[in-house]
């Protein structure tokens, strides 16, 4: 069997270790607790995470950074978009030999507005990295876990790569497909991620499938139009990591972002919300960069501005749907022409 190394064991790390082992690979999976590292070789369960999953027995936890990358040539970085910048200055430290890096974050870091593909390059020197990937995708851990049908795409500018990535990971669960559109795919990935929780938000004050579906439509758009100004194809946001993945995080009680929506939705303070979902909500912090990125870059979006206003401003959640719904009048053929007109 060959060894890869997948550097953190949330739901989603975990899932795609199990991916990774069904394809016969030993799996070296990283966390940094020594309790959860116990539990993973001994119990081979993941219970925080994946609870009720069995994990094969060729997926073995390490809590040593070295170790888990001591000949590793490919490794999976599935950790927080916060934790990125401090996990590879560590792995920086004893690398000695180049790797690709496959990331599967979804998140876009504020105050720098970097892309995780752009904090990567970043933080690892250039002989130490081969190529970056990203993996991005309608794919909840908990279904990927339980080898339910799913599919994704992973993108790199160098196609090669993209290609022998998707070697690594399509079986019969799991239908893997390249694009070269690298911004496209992490834009489309990280900003999802706002909509959802503002779907999550529309459900827990009670509103039905008729806001939904506005809300989805009109996210897209405001998708689109950040990611094309950004340079992305906006064929890419009809796709997989655009619609596809914006569907499922919107519809789904398996996704934390709509959860944490619902919560704020039913009269939760943003505090009470995040110590009662215990992990990581990446549209909280995405939203703030989305926010700021699009100020900068003078690029409508209403939904990301609301939504804003709602987690740091304290504005009450019905009233900036109410505020929403009270915009001017607009032509949505024109407003979708506008965003194709950019690229």
């Known amino acids: ?65 070295s170790e888990t990358l001591n000949g590793i040539s490919t ?3 599935a950790v927080p978009t916060k934790a990125i910048r401090e996990v590879l200055g560590k792995i920086r430290e004893t690398q000695t030999e180049p790797i690709t890096i496959v990331h599967v974050s ?24 081969k190529d970056v990937v990203v993996l991005s995708g309608p794919s909840h851990a908990e279904e990927v876990s339980r080898r339910q049908p799913t ?10 790569a993209a290609e022998e990535i998707q070697d690594m990971f399509i079986n019969g669960n799991l239908r893997v497909y390249t694009n070269p559109d690298v911004v496209g795919v992490e834009i489309g990935g990280a900003l999802k991620n706002i909509i959802a929780l503002a779907a999550g938000i529309t459900d827990g004050l009670g509103y039905g499938d008729n806001a939904k579906a506005a809300l989805i439509t009109r996210g897209l758009a405001e998708i689109a139009r950040l990611g094309v100004a950004m340079g992305a194809n906006s064929l890419t946001f009809a796709g997989l990591t655009g619609i596809g993945d914006l569907i499922v995080t919107c519809t789904s009680v398996h996704s934390r972002n709509w959860r944490a929506g619902n919560l704020l ?31 900068k870059m003078n690029v ?14 304290n504005k009450d959640p019905k009233e900036a749907v109410d505020s929403l719904m009270a915009r001017g009048k607009t032509h949505e053929i024109e407003d979708l022409a506008s965003i194709l007109a950019k690229e």
């Open 106 to 129: 979804k998140g876009i870091e504020p105050e720098t507005f970097k892309r995780v593909s752009e904090v990567i390059k970043e933080e690892m020197p250039l002989h130490l990295l």
């Open 75 to 77: 490794m999976i970085l």
């Open 265 to 295: 939705g039913k009269g939760h303070s943003l505090d009470e919300v995040l110590e009662n979902m215990g992990m990581v909500v990446e549209g909280v912090r995405t939203t703030k960069a989305a926010y700021q990125l699009a100020k």
């Open 1 to 65: 069997m060959k060894n890869v190394a997948v550097i953190g064991a949330g739901s989603w790390g975990t899932a795609l270790a199990m991916v990774l082992a069904d394809n016969d690979y030993t799996v070296r999976l990283w966390a940094h607790k020594e309790v959860q590292i116990k539990e993973i070789n001994e119990a081979h369960t993941n219970e925080k995470y994946l609870p009720g999953v069995t994990l094969p027995t060729n997926v073995i936890g390490y809590s040593s950074l």
């Open 151 to 160: 599919t994704v795409t992973v993108a790199c500018e160098n196609m090669q």
């Open 300 to 313: 409508s979006m209403p939904i990301t501005n609301a939504l804003y206003d709602v987690l740091f401003n």
